[in-house]
């Protein structure tokens, strides 16, 4: 079960530089909340309060936020409109898709004497015979409901039939409560409890109200000593029946009640807990190997970034041109020269690569290209390190070639130096065009 906690009013008053006492407007949503509770107390100069998409069962503890003005609790368990007399400057309520059965209640907003906009869409009530000209007749200073603007006609319509709406509410009603409290007694019925008799509900809904803190820390109790259980004695994992029982629970046809939504809200927190607790349980992945004990360095690209290298022989240096991202901030890389391998760390994903030759670190820059984003690593080779010579094509003798034909093509000739080595290349000479010799 999720509190309304300082912590977490505090977070969501970051637009207010965290400052709660002062606080005009919070946003609260999907927070799985489950209570109402101490916003009262907190932010007296609340005028704005989302709630919506949690699982709130009742309207509570708002009775002193007297600057109140637009109160969203849509998409909760909200059965009954209540406890909202002390909200005097509130304009705007919105209790879409909740489970609001007992549309009398709605007369409790006639204390709300600025209240100009109701949603109720997607509720029980809504589905009533009468039920728009039962509530524009019963909040006369009501504008807009459900989106829809009241014109003065519907209003006169209404208020004239309001005797008879009033009645077939009331049999609608009626009907409604007897309906939810057999669906609660079959709820209690599943988990092995007992519930009262009908005529004995209400006095059994102010001894649940009175109860639940209490409920709830048993609630809180029970489910830290079943994680404890779970995790010392671990249930065996067999897929299909896993697979099995979560067909059979999201294919069971079931009632949409507060009792079904949240028992699909509990079985989505138990399997991600369930998830987390395998997750924790994994072995930790042992670090890539990125040089072998033999001292030998491998190629790695964890990022999958895409990289070439190129020579800028003005000034002896090999580039490396690695794609990183071209929005990525710059301080999410390290950059690491040696002299016979780079190492870039990118959101903490390494590449490094050999490089062709022997390079000075302590020479070697890094920068962003300004037009691509990418990272350009230049790195000038070592004192020692020859410079790859552009092929010479070899010329073919004019006695080799036949009469009246040409060679289309011409071979030619290069050479390899071992990286890491030393050597010295003698330039072509006239004598011998074509050649170069290694010593």
């Known amino acids: 079960m999720v509190y309304i906690t300082e912590d977490l009013v505090r977070k969501r008053a970051e637009h207010n530089e965290g400052q709660i006492f002062s606080l005009e407007e919070v946003s609260l949503h999907q927070q799985d909340i489950e209570r109402m509770e101490h916003i009262d107390r907190w932010c007296r100069d609340l005028r704005i309060l989302y709630l919506q998409s949690n699982l709130i069962p009742r309207i509570e503890n708002v009775g002193r936020l007297k600057k109140l003005q637009y109160l969203n609790l849509a998409l909760n368990n909200?059965?009954?409109?209540?406890?909202?007399?002390?909200?005097?400057?509130?304009?705007?309520?919105?209790?879409?898709?909740?489970?609001?059965?007992?549309?009398?209640?709605?007369?409790?907003?006639?204390?709300?004497?600025?209240?100009?906009?109701?949603?109720?869409?997607?509720?029980?009530?809504?589905?009533?015979?009468?039920?728009?000209?039962?509530?524009?007749?019963?909040?006369?200073?009501?504008?807009?409901?459900?989106?829809?603007?009241?014109?003065?006609?519907?209003?006169?319509?209404?208020?004239?039939?309001?005797?008879?709406?009033?009645?077939?509410?009331?049999?609608?009603?009626?009907?409604?409560?007897?309906?939810?409290?057999r669906e609660k007694e079959e709820e209690r019925r599943?988990?092995?409890?007992?519930?009262?008799?009908?005529?004995?509900?209400?006095?059994?809904?102010?001894?649940?109200?009175?109860?639940?803190?209490?409920?709830?820390?048993?609630?809180?109790?029970?489910?830290?000593?079943?994680?404890?259980?779970?995790?010392?004695?671990?249930?065996?994992?067999?897929?299909?029946?896993?697979?099995?029982?979560?067909?059979?629970?999201?294919?069971?046809?079931?009632?949409?009640?507060?009792?079904?939504?949240?028992?699909?809200?509990?079985?989505?927190?138990?399997?991600?807990?369930?998830?987390?607790?395998?997750?924790?349980?994994?072995?930790?992945?042992?670090?890539?190997?990125?040089?072998?004990?033999?001292?030998?360095?491998?190629?790695?690209?964890?990022?999958?970034?895409?990289?070439?290298?190129?020579?800028?022989?003005?000034?002896?240096?090999?580039?490396?041109?690695?794609?990183?991202?071209?929005?990525m901030d710059t301080s999410l890389m390290d950059v690491d020269v040696q002299p016979t391998y780079a190492r870039v760390k990118v959101k903490g994903k390494i590449f490094q690569v050999v490089l062709p030759a022997e390079v000075k670190p302590d020479s070697s820059t890094a920068r962003r290209s300004q037009t691509t984003g990418h990272l350009v690593l230049s790195m000038p080779r070592a004192s020692g390190e020859i410079k790859v010579a552009k092929s010479v094509p070899r010329r073919t003798p004019r006695s080799s070639i036949s009469p009246g034909r040409r060679s289309r093509d011409s071979t030619k000739d290069t050479f390899s130096v071992p990286l890491g080595h030393q050597a010295h290349m003698d330039l072509p000479s006239a004598r011998s065009p074509g050649r170069s010799h290694v010593i």
Not at 84 to 103: A, I, S
Not at 110 to 128: I, Y
Not at 157 to 167: F, G, I, P, T, W
Not at 297 to 321: A, G, Q, R, Y
């Open 78 to 181: 909200i059965e009954v409109i209540e406890n909202l007399e002390g909200c005097e400057n509130l304009q705007k309520l919105d209790l879409t898709v909740n489970f609001v059965g007992r549309l009398s209640s709605v007369e409790s907003l006639q204390h709300n004497v600025h209240l100009t906009e109701l949603f109720l869409t997607g509720n029980p009530c809504s589905q009533f015979e009468g039920y728009r000209q039962y509530v524009v007749a019963a909040l006369p200073r009501l504008q807009w409901l459900d989106g829809t603007e009241i014109s003065r006609s519907e209003r006169l319509r209404a208020s004239q039939r309001l005797e008879e709406v009033r009645r077939r509410v009331w049999e609608q009603e009626e009907e409604h409560l007897r309906r939810r409290a």
């Open 190 to 327: 599943k988990k092995g409890g007992c519930w009262p008799a009908p005529e004995e509900n209400r006095e059994a809904n102010k001894e649940e109200n009175q109860e639940e803190e209490e409920e709830n820390r048993e609630e809180n109790q029970e489910e830290k000593e079943e994680n404890r259980k779970a995790e010392e004695n671990p249930a065996p994992n067999d897929p299909e029946e896993e697979e099995r029982l979560e067909k059979e629970f999201w294919h069971t046809p079931c009632a949409f009640t507060p009792e079904s939504r949240l028992e699909t809200h509990r079985h989505l927190e138990e399997k991600k807990k369930a998830k987390e607790r395998q997750t924790e349980k994994k072995p930790a992945s042992l670090p890539r190997t990125l040089i072998t004990a033999d001292g030998r360095v491998l190629n790695t690209n964890e990022p999958k970034l895409d990289f070439c290298f190129s020579e800028d022989e003005e000034h002896n240096s090999i580039v490396l041109t690695l794609e990183v991202y071209r929005h």
